[in-house]
Each structure stands twice: as structure tokens, then as C-alpha cells.
């Protein structure tokens, strides 16, 4: 059916800010869905309350509403515009409730607007526990025993009847919110007052559990038609008991037999064919029993998921841009397969290489959390990797997350006694991959780690394996480590620095990357096409892996390397840009924005633009935002083989935070041009001791301050500078391990905290100024004019990070001298540091003079949130003033702004029970939402003041 010419304007309801549960997956869908329906002609108008995302620029909707997901905000919208139909499938949980509650208040028949993508009677069968288990009843199709429970005695009458273990699921929750395992009677009324509390309608399923048992997912699309295709089938790493937010996820399936695979497909289409009269996306999940097969329905979702963002960019297929099509009236035959450009969308992807997907933790910023994985998702972020067998995407998917992994494996660090060692494994913790390999090093049988795990015997042989070409590196050193044996190495994963430290001579990482350039034994560049190279693919969208050295040195390994087919035809060159990684506290989806804006100015400018990063939440990794995307870790050796073969103008750090700024070193060393700020100048702003250094000479007032490398020097220049002090260390993001202490006693403890996570980093002691005001500004310079984007005034006193701070814009309270004052420093500071591009400078004012905290030589968690609030894209201008493509003079600057613009921080101390909700100088929140408010009048501004009029005056 051709497309439905009465739907011309769609409003897309976005998910909100990032909190646990419910990351940047849901607006990489939503922004793919509004191109989707703008290339159609289909006007889009789009909600949502999160700044920090690409989703709610102006350029991806044809209006964009920063407002609060609420019923309130939907009417305002509708009395302004002539919407015809809602797609509320690309907002995740939240956008479905917020459709589901316009629709009982009759919001969506008062204004004539149409549910597309869904429908309500498929949210209640989807959503509600009770009628979902009594459908899958009426199909025929296996649940595990249960019954849904809407107060807390008939909770505690129904799990007598079912036996303990038990699984808590409340109804309308994502990422498991409320929900929980309940192995005894002792733990049941916490577990049964928590889930009925989460649920917005005060509903549990009291389920048995099936622990153990192996989980698989399934992404379907169907059309109007009733074709459904299965786009791509995950397991679980992990078995039934984690969350699928916390497992880690393998793609293709790698233990399923075909008769079960079958079963589980012919079982899946039959439930979205039965689930409703719509046309879009779906997520169906099942356990299945190892021993005999047998299969339950766990749940199904109708509407994109986290794993619809990983199955995109496993596959290369745009799930979310073909379920919007199919939502306004496309069929799937009638939609091109976007990676081939020529097939039809109608097709099920065949991968000819390993996805591997690891989740990413933050239990480091909530002491004290429970760091059990269970049924309530607990990561902050995930990485992808891929490659040609799970050994070597295993390992690149461990190099990928940003926790100093060099490869599978704790080197240098002490093991556990191998009797511990099997008992922690038997409870889920986000370091199991890493403690299992650790029990196999140990010689702890595979069959053990199987009965400990519940994990499958496939994948601890995978690990085996690589445990055992680890053991034989050991044997050898640098100069006598076999041709055959580095080769085996790099095919299965080992990175250059992680060969290093097993073997522990001092060979470098440099000399085996050379010693095996001299082999032909380097990476070559594979196409994720979607079907295994039957047809041919257009998309460039690459991997790295290795094939043997003797087919790679033919043509210097040129003819092997796929990403040769797609290289552009632009005089200027090719420009990298390095992504962020994975979503974790303090470096979130703000500096995708950033990167995805890099890269749209680097096109307009006439240069190739190219992206590296592994994070398959976000749109920067979308397979048509750059003109090739490098789906590799944001790593050193990844990103130095990337730079050898595209030999690229120069790389931009300056937009994926610190994850790319600590890679600037090695490229200045290397001779690569860095594009914006060089990296001496970067360096002076990152080091602690010599930014301050730099305040002294230019006569800018900065806290006290001393630097150290040990516990006794920290104590004299603590005495130098007067307690309380702030201890932090150098080149860190989100305030990570800074502590504010009183005393000697306090202070040696941080300090050893700080040398047992971060050795040898320089660690920096400053005077804390209590009792006084924060401040922020925002700026670009090109050499020659200086702009102050904004300036921000932090609600919050001193002590607690920005990036949890309340943060108003413009100053509301800050004198105009004090104003002034900001900028004239922040221009001294740019000019002396000879800035290209971006800079945030955090202030502290206390009676009448401003000081200096520190500044960032790069684009800040705020700089999306004042383009936004201005409306003004600055994230293209300080591109192309970075790649010397425009002058601030040539350029005017209108800032529309009414009023105030709020950035108010989001947290997830839900997913935390018990923990420490206190606010300090390490960043706790996830995500943000912007306000609008007229004037300093609006009730909410007053209730945020008066909180920080209680907390100055303590």
C-alpha cells in the first residue's frame, strides 16, 4: 500500500532526559524516525524536554518543542499546529504512557489525531502484565506460572501459591523499574511495596522464576499488509535473572538450533500479528529452557527498544526509518533497502561476522549500591564491537569501555583465591566476564564456571580460548615471540599493549605494532552490508579485523580493505572525528550532539568527514551521518591504524569529551594534526598545576593550591593552602574521585584512593571556597574575536558539580560587575591558551571577586543546552572556526531568549535503594531537561532559590 496521503503533519512524542532504564537509544530512534517522514514530505513536529540530544535541534524537526512530557504540553501543541497523527513509538516507556494517558482524557479524539505505529488495545496487551500472560494463554503459547496482583496482601497470597523463586514485575516500567527477584519469604514485602510502587497503576505480575534458563530477543517489523520480517535475533550472554540492559548481548544467535530458532520466529510473528492493527516496530523476548528447548513468552514491546538501536547498527538496517515509513502506510516491499540501494527493505539481514554488545557501569559514583545484576537495570551506557569471530569482538568490546580494559582481562591487578573466585561468580556482578577469565587463568574447569554462571558451555570455551593463547604469549618476550603466535593473537582480539603486559619485558606497544606492519599483519577494513555480500552494499559503514598477512600485503593490503571502494572524491581531504564512547556519568549523549554537528559542518566545508566510535546508542553512529563511519573503540591502536590508512588532514578531539581529548597526546607525538586548540594548550588546561600556574602569570585570582604525588606531600600543601581543600587529579571528567575533605585524616585517605585508582597521576590540592556562587561561560575564539556563548549561574552553592547543579541562563544574580568580570577572564584565558574552537571556564565568586576553578578546552556538557536555549547552532560555527573556515567578526549573533532557560539535572537514585543521595564535587546525575521560565517570579525558580538560600546559610 502506497503511502497514506491524508497523514501530512505527525507529531513524534520523544522520551525525555537520560535516566537508567531509558538512555540516547530512544532518541538515535526518534531522530531517525523524523528524517524518515521529512523525506516523505510529512511534516514533523517533535516534543521533548532533553537538551543535551541531537533529537530536539532545530534542523531535525520541521518545529521542535522543548517542553515537559506532559498532557498539558501535548494540548498546547495540538492548539497550536494541525497534527493529523502521534507516533509515540520512538520515545520509549515514556512516550508510550504520555500517549496512553492522552488517549483515556480524550485528548487524541478532541483534536482528531490519529495514533500511528500502535495502538492503545496493543500498549494494554503489550504492557499490562495480567492481559499479556492471558493472551499468550489464548495463543497457545507457554508463559511461566504467575498471577497479577493489584494490592500487597493478595501479592503475598499468590507467591505462597507459586513457590519462591519468585519474579516481581510491575506493570507500565521500563528497564525493570520496581521490579526484582525474591528468592525467600524474608525478602518478599520490600520486593512486592517496591514493584507496586513503580507501577503507574499499581499492578505486579508475581511470576516463578526461571533462572537459568537462556534468553533471546528477537526485532520484528511488520506492515500494514501483515508481512513481518525478523530483522535480527540476540542472545544473551547472560542467563534468564539479568536484566537485558545489564547482559551482555552476542548477534547472530550463537546457541540456538535451528528447530528452536524456528519455534521462536513462527512464535514471534504470530504474536505481532495477533498484538493489534498497526504497522511498525516490535522486541519480543523468550527464555529457553538449555535442557530441553522448550520456550515462554517473557514479554513483547510494541515499539522500538534498546535493542532496536543495537540491531540497527548490528545489521546496518534502520529499523526505526522503516517502521516510520511503514507507520504512515508503506509496505516493506515497497521500501528500498537502504544499505544496498537497489533490493527491497522487504528481507531478513544474514551477518557474515560477531556483534557483541557489553553493558557500561557506573557503581563507582553510588557508594555503597548494590552491585548485583538483576531483574532492575542498573548500566549507565553500553558498547558494541565487531568482528570476524566473538573472541575478537569480546575483546574489542572490552577495549571499547572506558574502564583502562586493554583487552579481556585484569592485568597487573590481584586475583581472587580460586575457591572465592567460584562463588563470586555465582552471583551476578558487572565484572563477571572479566572474574570468569580470571577463574579459567586459575585452571577452574569449564563445568564449574557452567554450573556457577548458568552461562552457556559455548561461550566459557570462547573465553578458554583466549585464556589459553594467553598462557602460551606468556612463554615468550618480545624478541622471541613467534610470527604464528602474534598472528593468532591478533585474529582473536589481543591488543598491542595487552600482548605487552603479558609478556612484561618492557617491549612496547609501538615495537610489536611495527614487528607486525613488517608482517603485512595489520587491520583491514570489512563493510557491514546487511546480507553476507550477496548483494552489493553502498553503505559506508566499516570494521576492522585481520585477514592472514600474505592475502593483506598484497597491493600493501589496499585490495582487501573495502572502505577503499567508498572513499569521496573531495579536494580538501578527510577530517576524523573521535566519538565519546559509551554513555557513562559525566561524558553522556551532550557530546554526540557535538560530534553529529562536527560532522555536518565538516561536509559543508568540503571535506570528507569521518567518525570514529563504538557507542550504538547514538546518531553519530547512524550509517548516513558521516561520509564513512569507523564502527571501531575510541582506542589507540584502533584509531592509529584508522589515521595510517586514511591519512587524514587532521583529527578533531574537541567534541567527543574526554574520551577523545586523552587520546590528544599520542597523535601530537605522533605528528597528526590535531584541528582547533593544539595539545600543548589543551594539556595546560587539563594539568591542574600548570593551569594555575597560567592564572598566576596572567593575574586571575584561582583558590589556593599545591600539587602531589604522595600522601606526605599532600598533607604539607594542604597545610600550605588551609582546609577544607579539594582533592582531585588530573585529566578526569564528571568530578570522577574529587572529594572535599577537613583534615589530615580525610585527606590521606583520598589521596590513597586516588593513587590505588589512578597511579602516578599528578593530584591536585586547592583551597575549597565554601559559601559562595558558582558560575560558568560558554565561548568561542578563533584568534582573533572572542565570543561568550552564555553564562551560567549555578542555583546550587559551591560543592556540588556542575553537572548536578541547577543552572540558569543567562546570570540571574550575579552583578553586572561580576558579569563582566567572567568574560573579561575567559577572554584572557582563550588568548593565552591560543583556543580554536570551544571553551568552558567554571568561576567561584565570593564577596565581589571572581576566581577561577578551572577550564575545558573543548566543547562542555553545556553547549548543546545554550544553542538550544539561543537558538543559535554553535556547535557548526566553532566547527568551522576550528577548521579556519569562518571569523566570529563576519558572523552576527541573535539570541532568542524570553526570559530564563533552566538546565536541571536528572537523577536515578531509584535504581539505587539505600544509597547516599547527597550531592557533592563527583557528578551522580544522568541526564537533564530544560526549562523555560519568564521570569525570576516562576514558582519553580522560587523553590529551587529558596533551597539554596537554606543551604548558604548553613
Not at 594539556?683 to 598545576?689: F, K, L, N, T
Not at 590540592?765 to 582573533?784: K, N, P, T
Request: hydrophobic content about 40%; charged content about 25%; aromatic content about 8%.
Amino acid at each position: 500500500m502506497p503511502k497514506d496521503n491524508s497523514i501530512k503533519t505527525v507529531l513524534i512524542i520523544g522520551s525525555g532526559p537520560i535516566v537508567i532504564g531509558q538512555a540516547c537509544e530512544f532518541d538515535y530512534s526518534g531522530t531517525q524516525a523524523s528524517r524518515s517522514l521529512r523525506e516523505e514530505g510529512v511534516k514533523v513536529i517533535l516534543i521533548n524536554s532533553n537538551p543535551a540530544t541531537i533529537m530536539t535541534d532545530p534542523m531535525m524537526a520541521d518545529r521542535v518543542y522543548l517542553l515537559p512530557l506532559t498532557v498539558e504540553s501535548i494540548e498546547q501543541i495540538l492548539e497550536e499546529n494541525q497534527i493529523d497523527a502521534v507516533l509515540p513509538t520512538m520515545g520509549g516507556q515514556t512516550a508510550l504512557n504520555l500517549a496512553k494517558e492522552a488517549q483515556e482524557l480524550g485528548v487524541w479524539e478532541k483534536y482528531n489525531v490519529r495514533l500511528i505505529g500502535v495502538d492503545i488495545k496493543a500498549i494494554d496487551k503489550a504492557e499490562d502484565r495480567e492481559k499479556f500472560r492471558q493472551w499468550m494463554i489464548e495463543l497457545g503459547i507457554s508463559v511461566a506460572p504467575a498471577k497479577t496482583a493489584n494490592s500487597f496482601l493478595e501479592g503475598k497470597e499468590f507467591a505462597q501459591e507459586i513457590g519462591f523463586p519468585l519474579v516481581i514485575r510491575p506493570s507500565y516500567t521500563l528497564g525493570g523499574t520496581g521490579g526484582g527477584f525474591v528468592h525467600s519469604k524474608e525478602f518478599l514485602d520490600e520486593a512486592l511495596n517496591r514493584g507496586l510502587s513503580a507501577s503507574p497503576i499499581h499492578e505486579v505480575l508475581v511470576e516463578k522464576a526461571v533462572l537459568g534458563w537462556k534468553e533471546f530477543e528477537l526485532e520484528l517489523l511488520r506492515d500494514s499488509a501483515n508481512n513481518v520480517a525478523i530483522i535480527c535475533t540476540v542472545e544473551n550472554f547472560d542467563p534468564m535473572g539479568v536484566h537485558t540492559g545489564d547482559s551482555i548481548t552476542v548477534a547472530p544467535a550463537m546457541t540456538l538450533s535451528d528447530t528452536a530458532f524456528q519455534l521462536m520466529r513462527n512464535t514471534a510473528i504470530r504474536m505481532m500479528r495477533d498484538l493489534g492493527n498497526f504497522a511498525g516496530g516490535c522486541n519480543v523476548q523468550f527464555a529457553l529452557n538449555p535442557q530441553t528447548e522448550e520456550i515462554i513468552a517473557i514479554e513483547i514491546n510494541p515499539r522500538v527498544s534498546r535493542s532496536s538501536a543495537l540491531a540497527s547498527k548490528a545489521t546496518g538496517y534502520p529499523i526505526a526509518k522503516i517502521a516510520a515509513k511503514l507507520a504512515i502506510g508503506y509496505n516493506l516491499d515497497e521500501l528500498k533497502n537502504q544499505i544496498t540501494q537497489s533490493t527491497s527493505a522487504y528481507f531478513e539481514p544474514t551477518l557474515d561476522y560477531v556483534i557483541v554488545k557489553v553493558p557500561r557501569w557506573n557503581f563507582d559514583k553510588f557508594k555503597g549500591a548494590n552491585d548485583t545484576l538483576g531483574l532492575q537495570m542498573k548500566s549507565v551506557g553500553e558498547v558494541m564491537s565487531i568482528g570476524r569471530n566473538f573472541t575478537e569482538a569480546i575483546q574489542k568490546a572490552c577495549q571499547s569501555l572506558e574502564n583502562e580494559a586493554v583487552g579481556l582481562g585484569y592485568y597487573g591487578k590481584s586475583l581472587m583465591h580460586s575457591d572465592e573466585i567460584v562463588e563470586y561468580l555465582k552471583t551476578p556482578k558487572w565484572d563477571r566476564l572479566f572474574r570468569i577469565k580470571d577463574a579459567l587463568m586459575m585452571g577452574v574447569s569449564v563445568k564449574s564456571i557452567c554450573e556457577a554462571t548458568r552461562i552457556d558451555r559455548w561461550f566459557i570455551y570462547q573465553i578458554q580460548e583466549i585464556v589459553n593463547i594467553e598462557n602460551k604469549i606468556a612463554k615468550y618476550n618480545g624478541d622471541t615471540l613467534p610470527d604464528e603466535l602474534l598472528i593468532e593473537a591478533k585474529h582473536n582480539g589481543f591488543s598491542d599493549e595487552q600482548i605487552c603486559r603479558i609478556i612484561k619485558d618492557g617491549t612496547t606497544d609501538e615495537e610489536i605494532y611495527e614487528r607486525r606492519k613488517k608482517m603485512g599483519l595489520t587491520r583491514v577494513y570489512k563493510m557491514v552490508d546487511t546480507c553476507a555480500a550477496e548483494f552489493e552494499a553502498k553503505t559506508p559503514y566499516f570494521y576492522s579485523s585481520f585477514e592472514a598477512p600474505s592475502v593483506a600485503s598484497k597491493g600493501n593490503g589496499v585490495i582487501h580493505n573495502e572502505s577503499q571502494f567508498n572513499k569521496k572524491a573531495k579536494s580538501k581531504g578527510s577530517i576524523i572525528v573521535l566519538g565519546s564512547g559509551p554513555n557513562r556519568i559525566g561524558q553522556g549523549i551532550e557530546f554526540d550532539y557535538c560530534c553529529v554537528h562536527g560532522l555536518m559542518a565538516i561536509k559543508e566545508a568540503g571535506y570528507e568527514s569521518i567518525m570514529v566510535n563504538c557507542n550504538p546508542e547514538t546518531v553519530s553512529t547512524d550509517f548516513d551521518i558521516a561520509d564513512k563511519l569507523y564502527f571501531e573503540p575510541v582506542f589507540w591502536e584502533h584509531l592509529w591504524e584508522i589515521v595510517v590508512y586514511e591519512k587524514p588532514v587532521g583529527v578533531i578531539v574537541q567534541l567527543g569529551g574526554q574520551t577523545a581529548l586523552k587520546l590528544a597526546k599520542r597523535l601530537h607525538e605522533k605528528g597528526i594534526p590535531i584541528i582547533g586548540t593544539s595539545f600543548d594548550s589543551m594539556d595546560i588546561a587539563e594539568d591542574r598545576g600548570r593551569f594555575s600556574d597560567l592564572l598566576r602569570d596572567l593575574n586571575i585570582p584561582y583558590p589556593k593550591y599545591g600539587t602531589a604525588y604522595n600522601t606526605d606531600e599532600a598533607i604539607e600543601v594542604a597545610k600550605e593552602v588551609g582546609y577544607p581543600v579539594l582533592v582531585r587529579p588530573s585529566y578526569v571528567l564528571g568530578g570522577q574521585r574529587m572529594r572535599i575533605v577537613l583534615n589530615d585524616e580525610e585527606l590521606e585517605k583520598g589521596v590513597l584512593s586516588l593513587l590505588k585508582h589512578l597511579p602516578g597521576n599528578k593530584i591536585l590540592i586547592d583551597h575549597f571556597l565554601d559559601r559562595c556562587q558558582e558560575a560558568e561561560v560558554d565561548a568561542i575564539y578563533d584568534g582573533e574575536t572572542f565570543h561568550v556563548m552564555g553564562v551560567m549561574e549555578h542555583i546550587e552553592p559551591a560543592g556540588i558539580h556542575s553537572g548536578d547543579s541547577n543552572a540558569v541562563l543567562p546570570a540571574f544574580n550575579l552583578s553586572p560587575m561580576e558579569v563582566t568580570t567572567m568574560e573579561f577572564y575567559s577572554e584572557k584565558i582563550a588568548r593565552a591558551l591560543d583556543i580554536r574552537g570551544l571553551i568552558n571556564i567554571q568561576f567561584a565568586i565570593k564577596d565581589g571577586t571572581v576566581y577561577v576553578i578551572e577550564a575545558n578546552p573543548r566543547a562542555s556538557r553545556t553547549t548543546p543546552f545554550i544553542a538550544k536555549a539561543y537558538q543559535i547552532p554553535y556547535l557548526n560555527i566553532a566547527t568551522k572556526v576550528m577548521l579556519g573556515e569562518v571569523k566570529l567578526k563576519d558572523l552576527s549573533f541573535k539570541k532568542n531568549l524570553k526570559g530564563f532557560a533552566i538546565k536541571e539535572p536528572v537523577f536515578s537514585f531509584d535504581k539505587f535503594p539505600g544509597v547516599n543521595k547527597e550531592l557533592g564535587p563527583e557528578m551522580k546525575s544522568t541526564g537533564e531537561a530544560i526549562r523555560f521560565i519568564k521570569d525570576l517570579r516562576d514558582p519553580y525558580f522560587r523553590t529551587l532559590y529558596k533551597e539554596r538560600s537554606m543551604h548558604l546559610s548553613k
